[in-house]
């Protein structure tokens, strides 16, 4: 499997770029070229249900980024957007009871309307807390990531108004040249260059009742999230792609052990390794040819420092990626990337 391929397997909903060409449009920008370089049908935008290439829709997004100059493009998609626009996920927030439903139904369906990964949610006396990631096949996503956050802030805004201000808000992206812009559009307790995106809401927030709820849609809406959500499937198709797409998605997550990993296939842990073996590999293999793979896309195609990339392919520490890199390639990670730049 190619790392195009892994990329393309990661996949959000369509609608959540319903925005992207009138705002690029707005610069003066016509998508449908950039559009057709990456293979993408603009028109797929306007689907309710249709689902895209996250890699390529972030791809999108860093080009319209970089021909407008305006590093907050991603973030400023929000003025355009038309709420409701990514179906039934856009839907469900915007009638969901309280916030507390409100957050819970994000952390819920986040996985449904994008691959995020590492997603952790915790909920206790002190409020919520959602934090997550994205696979490390995803290398430029600062901009796709802007744009959610906005989407998502613009429809909590609708529920809780000024409180707003309240919620913090940790992003991936290094700090930009104007931060300012960033916490207009999100919030004021906002921070960059950290190393999991993540949304915090204080627990005085939590019960507040959203005055466009609608307790039935809202279950609808849940309901058709849970029945649509792209990992819903993993037993369908060749077994050994299901366990690298999930594997992918918990790459930088520690080492997973056979027990931990076959209940999500709803098999036992030896009936788990009786089919990796029919396949003749094993779980270690397979994840160390997703590393191999992953770690020569981000060595040679992204700017992340070595350390970051040792992060997201789930090392312990940058020796241990250093011995893996040098005895797949018989290159240092440095030393690769050097190649590539010369």
């Known amino acids: 499997m190619s790392n195009k391929s892994i990329a393309d397997e990661l996949t959000a909903v369509a609608g959540v770029a319903s925005a992207v060409a009138a705002h690029a449009q707005s610069y003066g920008i016509d998508i449908a070229p950039i559009c057709s370089a990456l293979k993408i049908d603009p028109d797929i935008f306007q689907s309710l249900t249709a689902r895209i290439s996250l890699d390529r829709l972030c791809r999108l997004l860093e080009a319209c980024a970089l ?10 998609c929000v003025d355009r957007f038309v709420p409701g626009s990514t179906g039934p ?3 469900g927030l915007m009638t969901a009871p309280t916030v507390g439903d409100f957050v819970r139904f994000l952390a819920a369906h986040m996985q449904y309307a994008t691959y995020a990964s ?3 949610f915790t909920m206790d006396d002190r409020g919520a807390s959602l934090s997550w990631s994205f696979a490390p096949a995803i290398v430029k996503r600062d901009q796709y990531v802007d744009m959610g956050i906005a989407l998502t802030l613009a ?3 609708d529920i809780v108004g000024i409180h707003a201000d309240l919620v913090e808000v940790e992003l991936e992206r290094p700090r930009p040249k104007a931060p300012q812009v960033f916490r207009d559009y999100l919030t004021k307790k906002l921070r960059f260059g950290c190393r999991e995106n993540a949304l915090r809401i204080p627990a005085s ?11 039935r849609l809202f279950s609808l809406m849940d309901i058709q999230c849970r029945t649509m959500r792209p990992d ?3 037993q369908e198709g060749n077994f050994i792609d299901q ?12 080492n997973s052990s056979l027990s931990d990993i076959s209940p999500h296939f709803g098999i036992s842990e030896r009936t788990f390794q009786r089919r990796l073996a029919e396949e003749h590999t094993s779980l270690a293999e397979i994840r160390d040819d997703l590393r191999r793979e992953l770690s020569l896309n981000l060595l ?3 700017e992340l420092a070595i350390s970051e990339i040792c992060y997201r392919l789930g090392y312990s520490a940058p020796s241990a990626f250093t011995r893996s890199v040098t005895r797949w390639f018989g290159q240092t990670p440095t030393e690769l990337r050097g190649r590539k730049s010369a």
């Open 118 to 120: 590492n997603l952790r």
């Open 243 to 254: 366990v690298r797409k999930f594997l992918i998605l918990r790459m930088a997550e520690p």
């Open 232 to 234: 819903a499937d993993y």
């Open 300 to 302: 040679t195609e992204s």
């Open 205 to 215: 927030l939590i019960p507040m009742a959203n005055p466009k709820a609608d307790a």
């Open 89 to 91: 996920f856009g839907y």
């Open 155 to 157: 429809r909590l805004r």
């Open 67 to 76: 021909l407008a100059d305006d590093e907050a493009f991603g973030l400023k």
